[in-house]
């Protein structure tokens, strides 16, 4: 904590089915007194992706589901762009991020204000990488498959997580709501980082993609949920069903040296092969706007570690478990791990669009009056943006938050915002670019949304 300036973390550690520790530090929030402690609640970010797989085993062991269920099944009204891949991609494919749609998908949204369905119906609309071929990281197509488990259980998520899962492991201060985990007096509030250090400005509220995403606990409850899956998940999962979810079912990086192995993932769990030579089941979480978390077991050894932290993630939380993994396997820490991870983090934080940090150009002057730029524009992923004259001024608004940026010249029809929110880092400056025909803008490119090469919105 003092190398990084996190203001509160906590920590378990799980051995042969028992908590042999679990601790807080630091405080819940800068500038109040209340301490983190064991039973602080959390926001877990990614680390929800493993909890909810434990979920989906536990269905799969009952046969409500099985890994290989196609999602159209249940969900009849999801689609991807490709016919083919839509009638066959199934549970494991989107919890084992190999569907083919591209990294992040349907983040953005999230950010403008959809609900889950609505983000969960525009994912049609994305390209595709080949099926089964290719790793990319996406929050919303996991959440597509539990949502297809809940519906084959007759439920909603969030509460069949709650009836095969915490209540019966008597995780008492775990949910996959929002609403439970702000209605909680000891929980820890989100801290973002800034060019003076960590500051509470920001709540993330992460409902849309709760079975990625959402889930909040505290460690104590990370360390029953630990035991539970060193045991293989008995007695709540039935033997063999969370197996295929903590074995290799994608290759996530190939190995940079002659002496490295692969990373793999399986579904929803993080699988690695240590220099030890045991396997490592491990995942990490993060939020920009408040939230570092981790955990790593050693199946080998009936040991595992979960540290969660209330701040934007720079290594801290993966330095301390890996630390840690050093000690039980070597005796000794082998490197530092804290500052290692924080240069894998670092990128996280670079400022979004090819103007930023750049000197906004002198007195730059609009090509046509604002008159010309404002009007509706439509977009079939994103909807609908409205862009309105104030006086001189032009204001974007876009997706159902109706949030509102002002345009700022630019040169001739561009101008740029500053954009918000989970996947905009601070510093971050999009170019909104128009197209113009007879004296009227016909079009306009926002930046910030054109990732995949979907930011054009027509008049």
Known sequence: MTQTGIPGL???????????????????????PARVDADTVFQLASVSKSIGATVVAQQVGAGVVQWDTPVRQHLPWFALADDWVTRHVTIGDLYAHRSGLPDHAGDDLEDMGYDRRAVLERLRHLPLHPFRAHYAYTNFGLTAAAEAVAAAAGRDWESLSEEVLYRPLGMTATSSRFADFAARANRAHGHIRTASGFAPRFQRQPDAQSPAGGVSASVRDMARWMSLVLRGGTPIVAPGALLAAATPQVITGEPAALDARVETYGYGFGVSVMPSGRVALSHSGAFLLGAGTTYLMLPSLGIGIAVLSNAAPVGAVEGIARSFADLVQFGRVTRDWTSGFAGLMAPMFAPMGHWAGERRPDSPVPHLPASAYAGRYGNAYFGEAEVTAEGDALILTVGPSRERHRL????????????????????????????????????????FLDENRLGTFRR
């Open 10 to 32: 906590a920590v378990a550690v799980v051995r042969d089915g028992a908590t042999v520790y679990a601790k807080g530090f630091g405080v819940r929030k800068l500038g109040e």
């Open 408 to 447: 700022e010249p630019w040169s001739s029809n561009s101008f740029t915002y500053r954009p918000g929110g989970e996947n905009a880092p601070e510093g971050s400056l999009s170019e909104v670019s128009f197209e113009v025909a007879d004296g009227h803008a016909r079009a306009m490119t926002v930046e």
